[in-house]
């Protein structure tokens, strides 16, 4: 746990100064048809200053954490501030303030040993072999990272914040009846260390089997037929439209850089049935993937209705950007490691439940398809992208049919989201995600309600 070695500066910090210390572990096991192709185990950490003076930031880190390297990152982060404000001499007016305020998530060490986990990731492993023997390859991956910090600000604000969590993955393969190897890979995600996520392995065994009967009904399926079709996005597909195809392109800094969402603040993008928010820490009562109760810039962070019954509303924002719009900023600046400067980053983006039970929305279905899980995706700043689709079933006259093979759906998010008629009435996170933007790769939570929608479906 990080000693708090910083709570002290509060007071003494001057004009607009960010002080934050942080510490990343991560560990990992991976087996892959019996060989151990994964065993790391790292962690690492420091501190870094960040001052503004006349629109620039001065920033200064260090990989030592004590009272000497905090004074120095102070003196030289404060010199870099001054010497850009000095040389470059365009000037800017002072960002907003912060709201002040004492944040904190609960310390958490229960961490597995590594042994342990090599020892729970070959249980699992043991157990496919055992009762799935005919297999074409296997792959048991068990994962788990945290991120721990503390900031405080000339503003006030004092965060200390700890978010573990923890990613097993199953990937299986098997021969399908046309010759070809088939894979499906399916995984479990949970907040916390190892030991709260998954006491045993037994507690996984039933995830390995749903995944076993999955992969069973995909050797069996057929290529879908290309076009515009009409198709049920489940949470784990829609999640990543949501982030990718809309949150990206309401970050205020790619907004800024030109994003389409500029042009359209206030407008209608979606059908009114749909709505999107980045949530900061709980949403409906419950706990989130991330649970960011102020930025890495000690801004307190708030809920972003970036869609809002089919209207744009607002964007994700940090200090900076806040400042360049006029609006106030959503504690949405992250950083991936002490070193790294805040930019504005996603916390958990989903699509919001509506009132249509997912039974009701497969049977007004007459010829489409249900996408079920995705694999990865892009988009750019026009809302443009395309996502993978690795499990999937055909739907006729109502009634789910055969599964699919792998394919691709694409389109416009602003266009695709104004096609929807239905959305279901569940909400359903996924834990595991990560963000790489400008080369930062960021825990993120995403996921959300099922829609009903056009889409572009690629074939064979």
């Known amino acids: 746990m990080l000693q708090d070695l910083l709570s002290v500066y509060k007071s003494k910090l001057s004009g607009q100064t960010v002080l934050r210390a942080q510490r990343n572990l991560s560990r990992g096991v991976s087996i892959q048809s019996g060989n151990v192709r994964g065993n790391s185990f790292s962690v690492g950490g420091g501190l870094s200053a960040r001052v503004y003076d006349g629109g620039y930031w001065g920033i200064a880190s260090d990989t030592t954490y004590d009272e000497k390297a905090i004074d120095g990152v102070l003196s030289s982060a404060t010199r870099n501030a001054k010497l850009l404000s000095t040389k470059l001499g365009v000037k800017s007016p002072p960002l907003p303030v912060s709201r002040p305020g004492k944040f904190a998530t609960l310390p958490n060490?229960?961490?597995?040993?590594?042994?342990?986990?090599?020892d729970f990731t070959r249980a699992l492993d043991a157990y496919i072999v055992k009762k799935y023997p005919k297999l074409a390859a296997r792959t048991v991956?068990?994962?788990?990272?945290?991120?721990?910090?503390?900031?405080?600000?000339?503003?006030?604000?004092?965060?200390?914040?700890?978010?573990?969590?923890?990613?097993?993955?199953?990937?299986?393969?098997?021969?399908?009846?046309?010759?070809?190897?088939?894979?499906?890979?399916?995984?479990?995600?949970?907040?916390?260390?190892?030991?709260?996520?998954?006491?045993?392995?037994?507690?996984l065994f039933g995830k390995i089997d749903k995944t076993y009967e999955t992969l069973m009904k995909k050797c069996e399926g057929v290529f879908p037929d290309a076009g515009v079709r009409e198709v049920i996005i489940d949470s784990n597909l829609g999640g990543m439209l949501a982030h990718e195809a809309?949150?990206?392109?309401?970050?205020?800094?790619?907004?800024?850089?030109?994003?389409?969402?500029?042009?359209?603040?206030?407008?209608?993008?979606?059908?009114?049935?749909?709505?999107?928010?980045?949530?900061?820490?709980?949403?409906?009562?419950?706990?989130?993937?991330?649970?960011?109760?102020?930025?890495?810039?000690?801004?307190?962070?708030?809920?972003?209705?970036?869609?809002?019954?089919?209207?744009?509303?607002?964007?994700?924002?940090?200090?900076?950007?806040?400042?360049?719009?006029?609006?106030?900023?959503?504690?949405?600046?992250?950083?991936?490691?002490?070193?790294?400067?805040?930019?504005?980053?996603?916390?958990?983006?989903?699509?919001?439940?509506?009132?249509?039970?997912?039974?009701d929305m497969i049977s007004s279905v007459d010829d489409g398809y249900f996408l079920v899980q995705t694999g990865n995706g892009s988009a750019d700043l026009t809302s443009e992208f395309m996502f993978s689709v690795t499990m999937g079933y055909e739907i006729k006259k109502g009634k789910l049919g055969r599964a699919i093979r792998d394919t691709t759906v694409s389109g416009v998010a602003f266009d695709m989201l104004k096609t929807v008629t239905m959305v279901s009435d569940e909400l359903r996170w996924l834990g595991g995600g990560s963000c790489g933007k400008s080369g930062q790769s960021m825990p993120v939570g995403m996921g959300g309600a099922s829609v009903k929608c056009k889409i572009t479906v690629g074939g064979r």
């Open 141 to 203: 991956s068990l994962q788990s990272e945290a991120v721990e910090k503390i900031v405080v600000t000339s503003d006030g604000a004092d965060l200390y914040s700890i978010l573990p969590r923890s990613m097993v993955y199953f990937s299986l393969c098997a021969p399908a009846p046309d010759g070809a190897v088939v894979e499906y890979i399916d995984y479990e995600s949970g907040i916390g260390f190892i030991p709260e996520c998954y006491p045993s392995p037994e507690t």
């Open 109 to 118: 060490e229960n961490d597995a040993e590594q042994r342990a986990v090599m």
């Open 246 to 359: 809309i949150g990206h392109p309401t970050e205020a800094d790619l907004v800024r850089a030109g994003s389409v969402a500029g042009a359209n603040l206030g407008k209608t993008v979606a059908s009114e049935l749909v709505s999107i928010t980045d949530f900061a820490n709980t949403a409906y009562g419950e706990a989130l993937p991330q649970n960011v109760l102020a930025d890495d810039e000690g801004t307190a962070a708030r809920d972003v209705k970036i869609i809002e019954n089919g209207v744009l509303r607002e964007f994700m924002h940090s200090r900076d950007t806040a400042r360049f719009f006029g609006a106030e900023p959503t504690g949405n600046a992250r950083a991936e490691s002490y070193a790294a400067e805040p930019i504005v980053r996603m916390r958990n983006t989903a699509i919001l439940p509506g009132k249509d039970k997912l039974e």
